[in-house]
């Protein structure tokens, strides 16, 4: 028998004890083996996922014939060293390289990684067999469909790849038994915690251009039948797999069937307690029936939050992008069902894709605030394979990129080509965008101005964004403010490109912790000031009274205010008239959770998704001035 050792790599968060299943090798090795002559000539060793001191992994492996690497962005330079050890020990060895971080079309790709033999393109079943099979001669390399073969350096293309039209042709690696080995060696002594990755479709009928999913999108979406996406849901319950994550390019689109799997996995939850969570990309024209779906989930627990992946809210981004998103009017009926239903919906907004503006961005994500949005910022990746990536196309967009070290990086070094200035917004303006959005996002998402900015729009005019413009300005440049040092720190970040500290929540929690526990006094005084710079209003320091009091602290409390007007309603109803006369409120604040034992951190990481920071405030008397 000859020695075959795959490898994937799982994306590790440093510290964490959460992995992924090696799903994608374990498809195409199951593939592999329904060939007999793969599965009779040929023994897995091992499949490697954790990323391990190399010679570690050398040391004992024995006499590999065969070494399959997976690689993505976040273990592309990994799988390389691994590959170049294995080569120099084993030089006879063949190395195949396939998954997401293939270049497609990069001809010196075998002269500066001469220890890589094939590499595959897009899909990997089909041409993963065949190669196996060249390699028991029975048919030579180069009839093996969408693969790149390394002669003496140059790179020999094959034909197009071919897809997997019928996909109940692969064995599913979970309940095929290929996993059983991972669960007993790590996950049963507790060492790590590996999430589960289910396929219910393959391909997209959408071609956004900074997206790389190995040419499976603009293409026909293939299905999984239901009844292999029933059994994997069992056997990760059954083998105590908390997280799901769902690899559909849209999940949700087909509607009937992808409510029986949310059906399906409400049902297994509540038979076997898991799997706990199930994260999926939600379809990205969301309708009515995804929002059924996101509750159903939600009210079973196995949901955070609902996600509407937006990228930009400006309609000459959509363009560039080839995206289409909702209209805003299809936008806040989702968001009215959502609210109706009381589930809170979250967006993903990418920071600077092309004809994107600083005052466009702010501009879309003030639109988003309004309708009570959670909003998640993610940095634009350059990805080789992209249509972004495609120089003309750079060009044409101005595009600017910077290599970054990645967070990820555990072990060897992983880099990532960002996306730092176009021909729209400069790199200064790039870097602002990131700090004007993380501290507009903390403060309003969190409660401490969303109720001061709502009331200088409506009253005012003063539009929610030139409001955090002015909120940033003064903080950045009053070394009074007491948020005056945690910008500095933050702009230090966004001026390193460090965008991570951004985008990881629990990074800055100290900060919303001074700004609203040790020093929020002085926080809310500084908001004032902000506010009396702008509009003169003598109204201003009841409203800033409101906006303290809404939410919650560690200690159960309860209020009785006094205000000159109908503020509360005036600014949460927009329909509502600002109605002077001595409006008394009552404000019922029933302190943070037992199960946060005091931690007001804790609570809040978890009340910022769903807004149970907020206090309940009614009104009990208004006494109406003529
Ligand atoms: C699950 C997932 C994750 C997981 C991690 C998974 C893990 N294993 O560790 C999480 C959620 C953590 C994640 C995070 C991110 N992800 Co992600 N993620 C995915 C997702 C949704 C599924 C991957 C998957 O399992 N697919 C199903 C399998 C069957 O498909 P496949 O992996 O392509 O495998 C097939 C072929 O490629 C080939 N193949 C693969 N490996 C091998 C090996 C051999 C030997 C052979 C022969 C063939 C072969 O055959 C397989 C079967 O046909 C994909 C999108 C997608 N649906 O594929 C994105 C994707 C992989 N992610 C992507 C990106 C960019 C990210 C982020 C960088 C996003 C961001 N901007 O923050 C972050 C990473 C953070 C960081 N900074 O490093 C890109 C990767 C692009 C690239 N060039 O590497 C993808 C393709 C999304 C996209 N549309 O562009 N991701
Ligand atoms: S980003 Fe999502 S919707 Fe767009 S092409 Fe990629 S997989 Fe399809």
Same mark, same amino acid.
């Given at each position: 028998?000859?020695?075959?050792?795959?490898?994937?790599?799982?994306?590790?968060?440093?510290?964490?004890?959460?992995?992924?299943?090696?799903?994608?090798?374990?498809?195409?090795?199951?593939?592999?083996? +329904?060939? !007999?002559?793969?599965?009779?000539?040929? #023994?897995?060793?091992?499949?490697? %996922?954790?990323?391990?001191?190399?010679?570690?992994?050398?040391?004992?492996?024995?006499? !590999?014939?065969?070494?399959?690497?997976?690689?993505?962005?976040?273990?592309? &330079?990994?799988?390389?060293?691994?590959?170049?050890?294995?080569?120099?020990?084993?030089?006879?060895?063949?190395?195949?390289?396939?998954?997401?971080?293939?270049?497609?079309?990069?001809?010196?790709?075998?002269?500066?990684?001469?220890?890589?033999?094939?590499?595959?393109?897009?899909?990997?079943?089909? /041409?993963?067999?065949?190669?196996?099979?060249?390699?028991?001669?029975?048919?030579?390399?180069?009839?093996?469909?969408?693969?790149?073969?390394?002669?003496?350096?140059?790179?020999?293309?094959?034909?197009?790849?071919? $897809?997997?039209?019928?996909?109940?042709?692969?064995?599913? !690696?979970?309940?095929?038994?290929?996993?059983?080995?991972?669960? +007993?060696?790590?996950?049963?002594?507790?060492?790590?915690?590996?999430?589960?990755?289910?396929?219910?479709?393959?391909?997209?009928?959408?071609?956004?251009?900074?997206?790389?999913?190995?040419?499976?999108?603009?293409?026909?979406?293939?299905?999984?039948?239901?009844?292999?996406?029933?059994?994997?849901?069992?056997?990760?319950?059954?083998?105590?797999?908390?997280?799901?994550?769902?690899?559909?390019?849209? %999940?949700?689109?087909?509607?009937?069937?992808?409510?029986?799997?949310?059906?399906? *996995?409400?049902?297994?939850?509540?038979?076997?307690?898991?799997?706990?969570?199930?994260?999926?990309?939600?379809?990205?024209?969301?309708?009515?029936?995804?929002?059924?779906?996101?509750?159903?989930?939600?009210?079973?627990?196995?949901?955070? $939050?609902?996600?509407?992946?937006?990228?930009?809210?400006?309609?000459?981004?959509?363009?560039?992008?080839?995206?289409? &998103?909702?209209?805003?009017?299809?936008?806040? &009926?989702?968001?009215?069902?959502?609210?109706?239903? @009381?589930?809170?919906?979250?967006?993903?907004?990418?920071?600077?894709?092309?004809?994107?503006?600083?005052?466009?961005?702010?501009?879309?994500? #003030?639109?988003?605030?309004?309708?009570?949005?959670?909003?998640?910022? %993610?940095?634009?990746?350059?990805?080789?394979?992209?249509?972004?990536?495609?120089?003309?196309? $750079?060009?044409?967009? @101005?595009?600017?990129?910077?290599?970054?070290?990645?967070?990820?990086?555990?072990?060897?070094?992983?880099?990532?080509?960002?996306?730092?200035?176009?021909?729209?917004?400069?790199?200064?303006?790039?870097?602002?965008?990131?700090?004007?959005?993380?501290?507009?996002? *903390?403060?309003?998402?969190?409660? *401490?101005?969303?109720?001061? /900015?709502?009331?200088?729009?409506?009253?005012?005019?003063?539009?929610?964004?030139?409001?955090?413009? /002015?909120?940033?300005?003064?903080?950045?440049?009053?070394?009074? /403010?007491?948020?005056?040092?945690?910008?500095?720190?933050?702009?230090?970040?966004?001026?390193? *490109?460090?965008?991570?500290?951004?985008?990881?929540?629990?990074?800055?929690?100290?900060?919303?912790?001074?700004?609203?526990?040790?020093?929020?006094?002085?926080? %809310?005084?500084?908001?004032?000031?902000?506010?009396?710079?702008?509009?003169?209003?003598?109204?201003?320091?009841?409203?800033?009274?409101?906006?303290?009091?809404?939410?919650?602290?560690?200690?159960?409390?309860?209020?009785?205010?006094?205000?000159?007007?109908?503020?509360?309603?005036?600014?949460?109803?927009?329909?509502?008239?600002?109605?002077?006369?001595?409006?008394?409120?009552?404000?019922?604040?029933?302190?943070?959770?037992?199960?946060?034992?005091?931690?007001? &951190?804790?609570?809040?990481?978890?009340?910022?998704?769903?807004?149970?920071?907020?206090?309940?405030?009614?009104?009990?008397?208004?006494?109406?001035?003529?």
């Amino acid at each position: 028998m000859k020695n075959v050792y795959l490898a994937q790599m799982s994306l590790e968060v440093p510290g964490s004890k959460y992995y992924y299943f090696p799903y994608s090798v374990g498809v195409v090795w199951c593939y592999a083996i +329904n060939d !007999p002559a793969v599965k009779q000539n040929f #023994a897995l060793k091992e499949i490697l %996922f954790v990323k391990e001191p190399i010679e570690d992994i050398i040391d004992r492996m024995e006499d !590999p014939e065969v070494l399959g690497l997976s690689t993505y962005i976040w273990n592309t &330079n990994y799988n390389e060293q691994l590959a170049k050890a294995v080569k120099a020990k084993w030089p006879k060895c063949k190395v195949i390289v396939g998954g997401a971080n293939v270049p497609n079309n990069d001809n010196e790709y075998f002269k500066e990684n001469p220890y890589v033999d094939y590499l595959i393109h897009q899909e990997g079943e089909i /041409a993963f067999k065949t190669l196996m099979r060249s390699f028991l001669g029975l048919e030579p390399d180069t009839e093996v469909p969408g693969i790149s073969i390394n002669r003496n350096g140059e790179r020999v293309q094959t034909g197009p790849s071919v $897809r997997v039209n019928d996909l109940s042709q692969i064995p599913s !690696p979970y309940t095929s038994g290929l996993f059983d080995d991972m669960l +007993n060696k790590y996950v049963k002594n507790g060492n790590i915690i590996l999430n589960a990755i289910i396929e219910t479709n393959r391909g997209c009928p959408f071609k956004c251009t900074f997206c790389d999913w190995g040419g499976v999108t603009f293409s026909k979406v293939h299905r999984f039948d239901i009844s292999r996406i029933e059994q994997e849901i069992k056997w990760c319950a059954e083998n105590g797999v908390e997280y799901v994550n769902n690899t559909d390019a849209n %999940f949700g689109i087909f509607k009937d069937r992808d409510m029986a799997i949310v059906d399906m *996995l409400i049902e297994t939850n509540k038979k076997y307690g898991f799997p706990k969570v199930f994260d999926a990309p939600w379809n990205k024209n969301n309708n009515q029936v995804t929002v059924t779906m996101a509750k159903k989930l939600l009210d079973a627990g196995m949901m955070r $939050r609902f996600t509407a992946s937006l990228q930009s809210m400006n309609p000459d981004v959509l363009t560039a992008i080839k995206r289409t &998103n909702l209209n805003g009017e299809q936008l806040d &009926n989702i968001v009215l069902d959502a609210r109706r239903m @009381g589930v809170s919906v979250s967006t993903e907004m990418i920071v600077g894709l092309p004809e994107e503006t600083y005052e466009s961005w702010k501009t879309g994500v #003030a639109e988003l605030l309004r309708g009570g949005l959670i909003i998640e910022s %993610f940095p634009l990746v350059m990805l080789q394979n992209s249509e972004m990536a495609d120089p003309d196309y $750079r060009k044409q967009y @101005g595009i600017r990129t910077k290599r970054i070290k990645s967070w990820f990086s555990n072990i060897v070094d992983e880099w990532q080509d960002m996306v730092v200035a176009t021909n729209t917004m400069d790199e200064k303006d790039y870097k602002r965008t990131w700090l004007w959005t993380w501290f507009t996002v *903390l403060v309003q998402a969190n409660g *401490l101005t969303h109720l001061v /900015a709502k009331y200088l729009e409506k009253r005012h005019d003063v539009k929610i964004q030139d409001f955090y413009e /002015a909120v940033l300005d003064k903080f950045l440049n009053d070394s009074s /403010a007491v948020a005056y040092e945690h910008l500095k720190k933050w702009s230090g970040y966004a001026d390193r *490109l460090e965008y991570t500290y951004f985008i990881a929540g629990f990074l800055y929690t100290d900060v919303l912790l001074d700004l609203s526990q040790h020093r929020r006094d002085n926080f %809310f005084a500084d908001i004032q000031k902000v506010c009396e710079e702008l509009v003169d209003d003598p109204m201003l320091p009841q409203v800033i009274d409101l906006q303290q009091k809404i939410q919650k602290q560690t200690v159960a409390s309860q209020h009785r205010v006094n205000y000159s007007a109908n503020l509360y309603e005036y600014i949460m109803d927009d329909s509502t008239t600002l109605i002077k006369g001595e409006t008394t409120y009552s404000i019922i604040d029933t302190g943070i959770e037992d199960r946060f034992e005091g931690d007001w &951190n804790s609570f809040m990481t978890f009340a910022r998704k769903n807004g149970s920071w907020r206090n309940n405030i009614t009104q009990i008397e208004h006494e109406r001035v003529i």
